[in-house]
């Protein structure tokens, strides 16, 4: 018995020491959508600071992430803009559940500070340019693949500006690169994500205000693990619940996911 004790005791440091290996290892790949990259970052770094694990993330748009994920992509949790996405993951057996919604997003129209745009919730401005032949370029994200570009075309179809702002419209490839284009000169402005806008990068730089729900489908946006997660994958969808994350959410202008 006590030679067993003893070799127990001289095994413990390797085996603590082996867990802490396998940790450092352990760094998963994740997936999210480009509207919630700067508040994903402040919150993969509260995550490391408080269990020393690391996360890798890549940013993008949702749909094109679905087509990696089923093609073999060694994401281990995805977080999408839009609950249609993971929908179709589920469907295609690649999670083993239909996951939870971490946040709601919302919409805001966004212009650098010397653009000619007027700001207003209900495009008014972008009539008025339109109609004084001003009007040069306007950016969304692509409706084909990013959420916030479907949700975006919405908006433009609700107020009857669809048809008229076509010869305009400049897509990014996701809301990110929309939002780009929005503030930096490229365009004139832009239907952006308000997560994007509020962010100290964008802001510095531009104008915005916040579009009414009532102009579109609420965005539901939902993350699930995939088939390959691992221990700290699973660690790290468990925080993006927590009230610490989603306080951080609620910052970026998230409204608070209910499951």
């Not at 020393?52 to 890549?58: D, E, M, N, Q, Y």
């Not at 295609?92 to 207003?120: F, M, N, R, W």
Request: proline share 5%; glycine share 6%.
């Amino acid at each position: 018995m006590k030679f067993r004790v003893m070799v127990l005791a001289l095994l413990l440091p390797f085996l603590a020491m082996s867990k802490g290996v396998l940790a450092a290892q352990d760094v998963p790949a994740i997936a999210a959508a480009s509207s919630i990259k700067f508040a994903l970052d402040d919150i993969a770094k509260q995550f490391t600071q408080e269990t020393g694990r690391k996360v890798r993330i890549s940013y993008g748009s949702s749909g094109n992430f679905v087509a990696q994920i089923k093609h073999g992509a060694p994401f281990e949790l995805f977080l999408s803009a839009d609950e249609r996405y993971i929908k179709q993951l589920t469907q295609a057996k690649q999670t083993p559940d239909d996951g939870v919604v971490y946040a709601v997003g919302q919409l805001a129209i966004a212009a650098p500070k010397s653009s000619p745009l007027t700001l207003d919730p209900d495009l008014d401005g972008v009539k008025q340019l339109m109609d004084s032949k001003q009007l040069k370029r306007f950016a969304i994200a692509n409706p084909e693949h990013a959420p916030y570009g479907e949700r975006a075309e919405e908006v433009l179809k609700k107020l009857g500006l669809w048809q008229p702002i076509q010869p305009y419209l400049v897509f990014g490839e996701n809301v990110s690169q929309a939002a780009q284009f929005a503030v930096s000169g490229a365009t004139q402005g832009g239907i952006v994500a308000l997560s994007l806008a509020v962010a100290k990068p964008f802001k510095a730089r531009a104008n915005y205000v916040i579009i009414p729900q009532e102009y579109y489908t609420p965005l539901h946006q939902r993350m699930v693990l995939t088939l390959k997660a691992g221990e700290t994958a699973k660690l790290f969808y468990s925080y993006l619940q927590s009230d610490a994350a989603q306080t951080v959410f609620a910052d970026y202008g998230f409204a608070r996911a209910i499951n």
